[in-house]
């Protein structure tokens, strides 16, 4: 095999890696809370965006664990079929939906409400990558 179709072979591979994803999720919440922020007046905590990265970072970290005992040449699972990528999606989301319902419906939810459901977030992540890691080549 040459080396150009390695180098196609290892971005192909870098390009369907769900940590890889998860981080670029998190360049874009740092990037789009400020404008969110500033444009619908939701006001998001400091402390919520924090919270949002450190979600993240439990993802990048427990997925790479689980990456690096994998054996087989092919054992990536799709990123919508990981329990764990969606979660993820949701923890990211939902800051924004509850500061968008919180701002227009005036609920007086504080910050502490939506670190509460990221920290469920963050427990579920790992819970289930340690379930994941009895069988890494299918997760």
Same mark, same amino acid.
């Given at each position: 095999? !040459? ?10 591979? /870098?390009?369907?890696? &769900?940590?890889?994803? #998860?981080?670029?999720?998190?360049? =874009?919440?740092? $990037? #789009?809370?400020? =404008?969110? !922020? &500033?444009?619908?007046? $939701? ?7 924090? %919270?949002?990265? @450190?979600?993240?970072?439990?993802? =990048? ?6 990456? *690096?005992? &994998?054996?087989?040449?092919?054992? /990536? &699972? *799709? ?5 764990? /990528?969606? %979660?993820?999606?949701?923890? +990211? $989301?939902?800051?924004?939906?509850? @500061?968008?319902? +919180? %701002? ?6 504080? %910050? ?6 990221? @920290?469920?977030? @963050? ?9 994941? #890691?009895?069988?890494? +080549?299918?997760?």
């Amino acid at each position: 095999m !040459n080396e150009v179709t390695q180098t196609i072979q290892k971005l192909q591979v /870098f390009w369907q890696s &769900k940590k890889w994803c #998860a981080l670029a999720l998190s360049v =874009i919440v740092v $990037i #789009a809370v400020p =404008i969110v !922020n &500033k444009a619908l007046g $939701i006001s998001l905590d400091a402390g919520v965006l924090f %919270a949002v990265l @450190g979600l993240n970072a439990v993802y =990048i970290l427990r997925q790479g664990s689980i990456d *690096s005992k &994998k054996t087989g040449q092919n054992a /990536f &699972k *799709s990123i919508w079929d990981s329990k764990k /990528f969606l %979660a993820l999606l949701l923890g +990211n $989301i939902v800051p924004i939906v509850v @500061g968008i319902v +919180n %701002a227009k419906y005036k609920l007086g939810l504080d %910050a502490g409400v939506v670190m509460a459901l990221l @920290g469920l977030d @963050g427990i579920y992540q790992m819970v289930q990558g340690s379930v994941d #890691a009895k069988n890494p +080549n299918e997760h």
